[in-house]
């Protein structure tokens, strides 16, 4: 139904299109042309033009004016149309399943194009400027941004080897077996000198990130596998440039020297820590302006773009590797940017940046197919079935005899089964397709049969390769990415471990690889963080911001899961403090009492504060974001907090056992009932902020624990409220039931205690006691 | 840098090897090691290692140095801990984060990933009653965050106590108000680092030992 309903849509925008294109005259798309005849239009249905002969006529109440707003509505449509496409397979049952959706964008380009060509001259065609400058980036920038840096400095070694080695492998073997094939009587290629095939090799032989992403995001691999490919196809852009310019280069001077290919070592070198340089610098740049932006949170995003795109152009004018810089720009600002920036703008730029890169992704592919009907093609059989037999073959042989070498220097070694994937995971894509149209037609006679070669490559590596890879990686039993959310305690014993190698390491006297990584985060501690991060945040060790994070994420799904109801699955709701909080036997019998009158003053004291703070929360502004007790001084209130959950456990493991019973713990519907009964419920979060006003006399003789007693006090009872809200790891507060022994400090703990407990529990039970206590301030 | 290899130390040494696993390359620089930390005695005490420099900003150093002196790392059903160690003790905790080897098979890295988390285990276990209990686990976490001041420690009974309701919860499951989960015992740890490759994360390449550094 809904089905039915969406064809009929794009049928109509279809339908308004065609005409539309066909009628006017269009020149290659998106060649910033400026029509001259738009100086025209402005609303004035003038018929000539010319000032002089201004003949009245009625004004013109509705006019239509097309070649106004041509360019952006085309593009506009064609983008609404890409999406409407990527929208419809995935009503179709079963068919996202089956066939990636590279491939079905693939057809989707093919069909447009082809009923372009019915329809008029139109030739749309992938402009490699567009490509390089607004379709690559915003792909480039959401894997370098999200790249999940300990899995890949853990497999650098390897990913290099395949990316370095393996590519230019790739390069000479099919070129120099092209150029030997070339050379054979019979196919009359023989004015395709071996230059002209080197380049072609080094063009078809780069692995393409964009088509790597669209095939594995959708089979859920395993993270080594991933990150392997992945890594790979984006580390070998800097050897593509390199190749690339080199062949080039030569091409117009016809031969190749040795210093010429020494240089060009060099030049790679230079091409490859160039762009890591350039990224770097940006990404720092970044993350330092990141550290100024708590006034003008709307704009952080902003910053992270710009940055980016900044790093990309500025390698591209001096030709280093682009892509290489994106990486390096995105994966230094991460950590020190994400310490900065509020939540809401995290949110922001992890869904921006995926959405750009799919806009791309898309765009990319529908033009590919459109260009392959568009663009004039020169088929040589031999020339292209070779391709694409060497194609396999190259890298089949490069991936087996590259992890011969490899295994011998990894813990980890892969199998069969991973080599089998990686090779068959190599998949090309359209920047050869842009690097291959850029080519001078001069130099290169036969580009077009090159670029038939190329597209059949992608035709065959995207629609073979990508769709039988699932069924093989179903076959082949290879493992998939794990699901789950990464725990507490992996986190920690992930950080004891490396401390331990770290340790074991320094005790062999063997400065090895956790050595060099020690001194690297230590030194990221000392200086960088402090220059980079704003505030508190940047002595948060990551364990600690680990947990936070966590804490978070836990406190906005109870929110979202309706505030009170059932914890999320990942935290153990099953399970509470009192289950593992050790059970000591009953000390003494005492009764917790409070004079009425004092009673009554303490719930004054918390009434005015909890007034006081809900007047803050009302003011904010359009320019800033809501005054939300979530964001700003969410650290504060998360050490607060802590402080007081210490304090509060400390006091109850040295209580005494009481006849009063505890609350019972909150029922869903209870914790839902309370909350819909108290409007207070939600503005008790921010309480905790005026803690701080009600103090304690500091001259008290009684240990610490009595200066908070008074913050136990306000909590205890908007706590009993709002403990469902307060976020999962939330420790329900200990049942009166359980304590625990602690000599000396009895009898200071006993009456704080005796006093939190009358306060919490509304029963009947208070006994006169005189409060020693001052919680006055 | 042993000129003694006089026939007792070249039989010591493949027994040794045979014991631990090291090749004969790696003890003879294992054990020029051992000397210079001992200052060339026979035995190990704690106070040679606070000699290296490196180790000093640790933050789990005293665990890890006990490690070292700990029974129950050297001998099946060793308790205690002992005040010095022999080159031997020495090897043995090495052994510990030796890589599993190429080709073996399923079991046997299951026998040595036990035998590592074992190690780490008895870490934890500092009273050595089988089970990590809430106290040991937050020592544990208040050593990892012992150089973040204030900061850490309040935090540290928040994440020890979160992660022990997390294994309580993988391990157990449902439990009753009245219900108390003594601590982790072994199982459960295994369990719960079912996650991380503990036969691979935990090793070092002791082929590739600089053996200049250590003539300092």
Redesign the interface.
């Known amino acids: 139904m809904e089905l039915k309903m969406f064809i009929v849509v794009l049928v109509l925008l279809v339908g308004t299109l065609m005409p539309l294109g066909a009628t006017a005259s269009s020149p290659e798309m998106g060649t910033g042309h400026v029509r001259p005849q738009n100086d025209q239009g402005h609303g004035h249905s003038d018929h000539g033009g010319t000032a002089t002969n201004y003949t009245k006529k009625p004004f013109p109440v509705l006019s239509f004016d097309y070649e106004h707003v041509r360019l952006p509505f085309e593009i506009s449509l064609w983008v609404l149309l890409a999406f409407l496409m990527k929208l419809g397979f995935h009503l179709i049952p079963q068919m996202p399943s089956i066939v990636p959706e590279s491939c079905l964008l693939i057809v989707v380009g093919l069909l447009i194009g082809g009923l372009m060509k019915l329809l008029g001259d139109v030739s749309i065609v992938l402009e490699s400027k567009i490509f390089f400058f607004y379709l690559l980036p915003p792909i480039i920038l959401d894997a370098g941004y999200f790249l999940p840096i300990r899995a890949f400095t853990e497999n650098l070694g390897t990913i290099l080897m395949f990316a370095v080695v393996g590519t230019l492998w790739n390069t000479f073997f099919i070129g120099g077996f092209l150029y030997g094939v070339c050379q054979l009587e019979g196919v009359h290629l023989a004015q395709v000198d071996l230059l002209s095939c080197l380049l072609f090799g080094s063009i078809v032989s780069a692995v393409d990130p964009v088509a790597v992403l669209a095939v594995f995001e959708e089979i859920h691999i395993n993270e080594l596998l991933h990150i392997l490919v992945f890594g790979e196809s984006l580390l070998n852009d800097a050897v593509t440039v390199v190749l690339y310019h080199l062949f080039e280069e030569f091409s117009s001077v016809g031969t190749i020297t040795v210093i010429d290919a020494l240089l060009g070592i060099v030049c790679f070198l230079v091409v490859s820590l160039g762009g890591i340089v350039v990224g770097a610098i940006y990404g720092i740049l970044a993350a330092f302006t990141s550290r100024f932006t708590s006034h003008t949170r709307v704009i952080e995003p902003l910053f992270v773009f710009v940055y980016s795109y900044m790093a990309y152009l500025s390698a591209e004018v001096f030709h280093l590797s682009g892509i290489m810089a994106l990486i390096a720009c995105g994966a230094v600002m991460r950590p020190y940017v994400e310490a900065n920036i509020s939540h809401k703008s995290h949110t922001t730029i992890k869904y921006f940046l995926k959405m750009w890169s799919s806009v791309s992704d898309t765009l990319i592919f529908i033009f590919l197919g459109m260009s392959t009907v568009a663009g004039d093609h020169e088929w040589n059989w031999t020339f292209v079935i070779m391709t694409v037999i060497l194609c396999l073959v190259a890298r089949v042989l490069g991936v087996i005899g590259l992890t011969f070498i490899i295994n011998k220097f990894r813990?980890?070694?892969l199998t069969t089964k991973d080599q089998f994937i990686i090779a068959y995971g190599g998949l090309r894509g359209a920047i050869a397709f842009s690097l291959c149209y850029l080519l001078d037609p001069v130099l290169f006679p036969r580009k077009n049969m090159f670029l038939t070669a190329i597209i059949t490559v992608i035709f065959f590596t995207v629609f073979v390769q990508g769709m039988t890879i699932r069924p093989l990686v179903d076959l082949l039993a290879v493992k998939k990415k794990?699901e789950?959310k990464?725990?507490?305690?992996?986190e920690?014993?992930?950080?004891?471990?490396d401390?331990?190698?770290?340790?074991?390491?320094?005790?062999?006297?063997?400065?090895?690889?956790?050595?060099w990584k020690?001194k690297l985060n230590?030194f990221n501690k000392k200086y960088v963080k402090k220059c980079l991060i704003a505030g508190?945040r940047s002595?948060?060790?990551q364990?600690?911001a680990f947990?936070h994070k966590?804490e978070m994420k836990q406190a906005i799904e109870l929110v979202e899961s309706g505030g009170g109801a059932k914890l999320p699955s990942a935290?153990?709701?099953?399970?509470?403090?009192?289950?593992?909080?050790?059970?000591k036997p009953p000390h003494e019998r005492a009764l917790p009492q409070l004079t009425k009158s004092r009673e009554e003053e303490i719930r004054k004291i918390l009434r005015t504060n909890l007034q006081r703070t809900r007047q803050r929360l009302r003011s904010y502004n359009r320019h800033t974001l809501v005054a939300d007790p979530y964001e700003d001084g969410w650290n504060e209130i998360l050490?607060k907090r802590?402080?007081m959950?210490?304090l509060e456990?400390k006091i109850s493991q040295m209580n005494n056992y009481l006849t009063v019973p505890a609350p019972p713990?909150d029922s869903p519907t209870i914790a839902r009932a309370r909350l819909s009964s108290d409007p207070q419920a939600w503005g008790i979060k921010p309480v905790k902020e005026s803690i701080p006003t009600i103090k304690v006399d500091l001259a008290s003789p009684q240990s610490p624990e009595s200066l908070t007693m008074v913050d136990e006090l306000s909590k205890k009872s908007s706590t009993q409220k709002d403990n469902e809200e307060e976020g999962g790891?939330m420790?329900k507060p200990p049942?009166p039931?359980e304590r625990k022994d602690k000599t000396g400090e009895e009898d200071d703990g006993k009456e704080p205690q005796r006093l939190m407990r009358c306060l919490s529990d509304p029963g009947p039970s208070a006994e006169e006691e005189e409060e020693d206590e001052p919680f006055l301030p | 840098m042993g000129s003694f290899q006089s026939l007792p130390d070249d039989h010591q040494y493949r027994t040794l090897s045979k014991k631990t696993g090291f090749s004969l390359e790696q003890i003879t620089i294992l054990h020029n090691r051992f000397r210079q930390l001992s200052h060339n005695e026979e035995s190990l005490r704690k106070d040679d290692f606070k000699t290296i420099q490196d180790l000093e900003s640790n933050p789990i150093r005293f665990q890890i140095i006990e490690a070292f002196f700990d029974k129950r790392n050297f001998q099946k059903n060793g308790v205690g801990s002992v005040e010095e160690i022999g080159f031997e003790e020495f090897l043995t905790v090495m052994s510990y984060f030796r890589a599993p080897g190429l080709h073996i098979t399923e079991e046997k890295r299951e026998e040595i990933r036990r035998a590592k988390l074992r190690f780490l285990f008895n870490m934890h276990d500092t009273d050595n009653d089988g089970t990590i209990t809430l106290e040991e686990y937050r020592h544990v976490v208040e050593e990892l965050l012992s150089r973040s001041g204030a900061l850490g420690r309040e935090t540290a009974k928040g994440i020890a106590d979160a992660a022990m309701l997390e294994v309580a919860s993988i391990s157990v499951g449902p439990m009753a108000p009245d219900e108390f989960y003594e601590g982790i015992t072994f199982e459960h740890f295994v369990k719960i680092l079912k996650g991380i490759e503990i036969e691979t994360r935990m090793h070092i390449r002791f082929l590739n030992m600089d053996t200049t550094v250590m003539c300092k």
Do not use: W
């Open positions: 813990i980890v070694n794990q789950t990464r725990s507490i305690n992996e920690i014993h992930t950080q004891f471990l401390h331990l190698l770290t340790g074991i390491e320094d005790v062999c006297g063997h400065y090895g690889h956790h050595h020690d230590r508190e002595k948060e060790p364990l600690i947990y966590m935290l153990p709701s099953t399970v509470s403090m009192q289950n593992i909080q050790p059970k050490i802590k402080k959950m210490e456990k713990p790891l420790m049942p039931a």
